[in-house]
Nanobody, 128 residues
């Protein structure tokens, strides 16, 4: 069974940076996509970023483009989300996810239904 564990969340002020990590336990990442989603209180889950494990493409939600960067260390089975210029509207629980299928389509990569495995989430809070 795939188990994912996020870390790196916390409370920061607006303009600060954070780097989230997500590690798969037991085995290396499969051949599919690695992704980050987030969910703020009272809102639907929102796509943040995704990339195929081979690094052939990256996809970002409109609200984070230019500020967030997704990357992967396959040797360590860890996917990262570097978040810069954080704003209060970035406050949410951030989840990592993996898919069994590789997507080279932004439309498919951004759907939460495309991902079979999810972590428990890490809270990010940005104060103004």
């Amino acid at each position: 069974q795939v188990q994912l564990a996020e870390s790196g969340g916390g409370l920061v002020q607006a303009g600060a940076s954070l780097r989230l990590s997500c590690t798969r336990s037991g085995r290396r990442f499969g051949a599919g996509n690695l992704a980050w989603f987030r969910q703020a209180p009272g809102k639907e889950r929102e796509f943040v970023a995704s990339m195929p494990r081979d690094g052939g493409a990256t996809y970002y939600g409109d609200s984070v483009k230019g500020r967030f960067t997704i990357s992967v260390d396959n040797a360590k089975s860890t996917v990262f989300l570097q978040m810069n210029s954080l704003q209060p509207e970035d406050t949410a629980v951030y989840y990592c996810a993996t898919s069994g299928t590789i997507y080279y389509s932004a439309q498919l990569a951004s759907r939460d239904q495309s991902y079979a495995y999810w972590g428990q989430g890490t809270q990010v809070t940005v104060s103004s």
